[in-house]
């Protein structure tokens, strides 16, 4: 069992930064890909950014150079830094553990609210 807590959103004015966090349980975390979602009033869950165990990182189009995902394996955290944010970028953010290896799983965080000013 994994449990994924976020952090760290909140109202920020356009072109603003904010960072959220993933504090994650169980001793398998550096072996699970992370992923950060997020999904906007009446439109689907999208993915926003990945890191892989092993540390490579890909991002939606919509967010490169913008945003960065990191995490800390030795505090069970991963981080989405988020810089120049739009207003499009309000939605509820939510972090994805997905472990594929034996044995596998998918856990979800409650979601943290992220919303951005014009």
């Known amino acids: 069992q994994v449990q994924l807590v976020e952090s760290g959103g909140g109202l920020v004015q356009a072109g603003g930064s904010l960072r959220l966090s993933c504090a994650a349980s169980?001793?398998?975390?550096?072996?699970?890909?992370m992923n950060w979602y997020r999904q906007a009033p009446g439109k689907q869950r999208e993915l926003v950014a990945s890191?892989?165990?092993?540390?490579?990182?890909n991002y939606a189009d919509s967010v490169k150079g913008r945003f960065t995902i990191s995490r800390d394996n030795a505090k069970n955290t991963v981080f989405l830094q988020m810089n120049s944010l739009k207003p499009e970028g309000t939605a509820v953010y939510y972090c994805?553990?997905?472990?594929?290896?034996?044995?596998?799983?998918?856990?979800w965080g409650q979601g943290t609210q992220v919303t951005v000013s014009s």
């Open positions: 169980g001793s398998t975390f550096s072996r699970a890909d």
């Open positions: 890191i892989t165990s092993d540390g490579y990182t």
């Open positions: 994805n553990a997905r472990k594929t290896s034996f044995p596998g799983y998918t856990y």
